[in-house]
């Protein structure tokens, strides 16, 4: 078992940063890829970004490319997600999530935590 916390969001104003923390705990693993979603009121599911042990990024979503940076720092068992440039619509409930890195399924998510962006 592994359990993550989110933490960072909050409300900022459009142009702003903010930076998201995911703390791993528990069955921690180097193996695991640890991913961010987030979710819009209303809207499905977006997957923004991944981050492997040996620092392997992905970005899936063209809207964040050159804003959004994921990064970890495995001393601390943290994943950082550096947002800039926000703006309104990434407004949304961002979860951060892991999986194995022998599956593409996200077994194990964090509770979320809300970034609202005013215009």
């Known amino acids: 078992q592994v359990q993550l916390v989110e933490s960072g969001g909050g409300l900022v104003q459009a142009g702003g940063s903010l930076r998201l923390s995911c703390a791993a705990s528990?069955?921690?693993?180097?193996?695991?890829?640890i991913g961010w979603f987030r979710q819009a009121l209303g809207k499905e599911r977006e997957f923004v970004a991944s981050?492997?042990?040996?620092?392997?990024?992905?970005y899936p979503i063209d809207s964040v490319k050159g804003r959004f940076t994921i990064s970890r720092d495995n001393a601390k068992n943290t994943v950082y997600l550096q947002m800039n440039s926000l703006k309104p619509e990434d407004t949304a409930v961002y979860y951060c999530?892991?999986?194995?890195?022998?599956?593409?399924?996200?077994?194990?998510w964090g509770q979320g935590t809300q970034v609202t962006v005013s215009s």
């Open positions: 981050i492997s042990y040996r620092d392997t990024r992905t």
């Open positions: 528990g069955r921690t693993s180097s193996s695991y890829v």
């Open positions: 999530a892991a999986r194995g890195t022998s599956t593409a399924t996200y077994d194990y």
